[in-house]
T-cell receptor, first 115, second 114 residues
Framework: DAGVIQSPRHEVTEMGQEVTLRCKPI?????LFWYRQTMMRGLELLIY????????DSGMPEDRFSAKMPNASFSTLKIQPSEPRDSAVYFC?????????????FGDGTRLSIL | AQKVTQAQTEISVVEKEDVTLDCVYE???????LFWYKQPPSGELVFLIR??????QNEISGRYSWNFQKSTSSFNFTITASQVVDSAVYFC???????????FGKGTRLHILP
């Protein structure tokens, strides 16, 4: 079974540019989560979806960040315009059905560097 | 208030030593779930264990064991006879029944020295 797939693995871009991170959850998983990991703040939940609908976006840092899930097999996290402080590893995770007993399965992450 | 506290930021032990990673959590829910994840140097997050609040039985999986104590709100993780490959950052996490989110601790970076 394929796990959560994220692309790109690495992204380096100049500040001000638009950045789009992509995620394909595990087939059949109803929940999709976006996290950001930095040394200072650890793992932070940015937003999560249930059945493609955003449920909680309280972790999204500011209006420059947006996330969509147009269908069950694809989600994007977009930063526009990007800033150096957005540099981090961004993880996507998915989990099965409405049961917090289920573990989240993580992708390998996208390492983002904003110059 | 921080809901998951991993007080040990970094630990170094010599190979073959036992090491315990501490995790203290905070919740008002009576039903909740606790997790441990491992993040090796390659960066991916690997699920290790899940435990619900009604099951205080300790668990052992090979060299790994987990001690869940509701009385002290702790869910500690012990690696017996540590190996260099155990070097990683280990995250403890909490999920409350009211919510679908998992709240992660700051992690403990474990160095196993050869």
């Amino acid at each position: 079974d394929a796990g959560v797939i994220q692309s790109p693995r690495h992204e380096v871009t100049e500040m001000g540019q638009e950045v789009t991170l992509r995620c394909k959850p595990i087939s059949g998983h109803d929940y999709l989560f976006w996290y950001r990991q930095t040394m200072m703040r650890g793992l932070e939940l940015l937003i999560y979806f249930n059945n493609n609908v955003p449920i909680d976006d309280s972790g999204m840092p500011e209006d420059r960040f947006s996330a969509k899930m147009p269908n069950a097999s694809f989600s994007t996290l977009k930063i526009q315009p990007s800033e150096p402080r957005d540099s981090a590893v961004y993880f996507c995770a998915s989990s099965l059905v409405h049961d917090s007993n289920q573990p989240q399965h993580f992708g390998d992450g996208t390492r983002l560097s904003i110059l | 208030a921080q809901k998951v506290t991993q007080a040990q930021t970094e630990i170094s032990v010599v190979e073959k030593e036992d090491v315990t990673l501490d995790c203290v959590y905070e919740t008002r829910d009576t039903t909740y779930y606790l997790f441990w994840y491992k993040q090796p140097p390659s960066g991916e997050l690997v699920f290790l264990i899940r435990r619900n609040s009604f099951d205080e039985q300790n668990e052992i999986s090979g060299r790994y064991s987990w001690n869940f104590q509701k009385s002290t709100s702790s869910f500690n993780f012990t690696i017996t006879a540590s190996q260099v490959v155990d070097s990683a950052v280990y995250f403890c996490a909490l999920s409350e029944n009211r919510d679908d989110k998992i709240i992660f601790g700051k992690g403990t970076r474990l160095h196993i020295l050869p």
